[in-house]
């Protein structure tokens, strides 16, 4: 009879601890699922796009090449989209309005050129308001398209865009005009990596992107690539984007 209860409570014993482990690997699963159906959001970094490029500037400061490259996109018949901090907006409010009378997109690089991924989501929609209300005042548009400073974002910026119907851009070519390199260098970037879907990132100000833009939009134009404002390369509906950023466009309601 003590055998028996002996073997009773050792029973009860393992059955509680199949039980508790049941339910801390199911509670786990559970966890698990949610974790993927709710992956990290995507900036758009390219499309599937076979002829549509698009060369973006960014501008958080100075302004002496601005109405320079203008001009200069003007003359070949292409367009073009600046990213626009509000520090700079305040400061040229002048080179605003001509960016948007040129036909050129204007997009949102927040107000003070933060880190977004440190600031409270109160603070990120006042960054992106900011910029919206004062190209709105001065050019009646307001931009569709986000740039995040640094390319650095998360979840709360994208999750803070998509509630304002905007576009988190970043770029599959980097002029790294910024740091200073040369024609040659600049042209070395980025002609070789020049096809359709790409997204070209420079800078407004940077000190030999005027020199090396003649040749890299000759040789785009060569390979028959066209330029085109930023909302019209990239797709607000019926994609899908790939772990890469690079947006394709579905078919037939199915995915290519």
Not at 17 to 23: E, G, H, K, N, Y
Not at 103 to 109: A, D, L, M, V, Y
Not at 162 to 187: A, F, H, P, R, Y
Not at 232 to 245: H, K, P, Q, S
Request: proline fraction near 2%.
């Amino acid at each position: 009879m003590a055998t028996f209860k002996v073997i009773t409570r050792k029973n009860i014993l393992v059955f509680t601890l199949v039980l508790v482990l049941s339910i801390c690997i199911g509670v786990g699963a559970l966890g698990i699922r949610n974790a993927f159906s709710e992956s990290k959001r995507l900036p758009v970094y390219s499309t599937d796009s076979k002829d549509k490029i698009a060369i973006s500037f960014d501008a958080s400061w100075g302004a002496d090449k601005t109405k320079a490259i203008v001009d200069l996109l003007s003359g070949y018949g292409i367009t073009a989209t600046f990213f626009l901090t509000g520090i700079w907006i305040d400061a040229f409010p002048e080179q605003v309005k001509y960016i948007a009378e040129k036909g050129f997109e204007i997009g949102n690089h927040s107000k003070n050129h933060y880190n977004m991924t440190g600031l409270n989501v109160k603070k990120i929609n006042q960054e992106i308001d900011y910029v919206n209300d004062k190209v709105k005042e001065l050019t009646g548009i307001v931009p569709k398209v986000f740039r995040a400073p640094f390319g650095a974002y998360d979840d709360k910026l994208i999750k803070c865009l998509d509630k304002k119907n905007m576009t988190c851009v970043q770029w599959s070519i980097d002029s790294l005009d910024w740091k200073g390199l040369g024609k040659e260098e600049l042209k070395e970037r980025i002609i070789p990596n020049l096809k359709g879907g790409s997204i070209i990132l420079c800078h407004n100000n940077s000190d030999h992107i005027l020199e090396a833009l003649p040749e890299i939009i000759e040789s785009a134009l060569s390979k028959g690539l066209r330029f085109v404002n930023m909302s019209e390369l990239i797709y607000t509906d019926n994609y899908v984007i790939d772990n890469n950023g690079k947006q394709s466009k579905k078919s037939n309601g199915g995915e290519l």
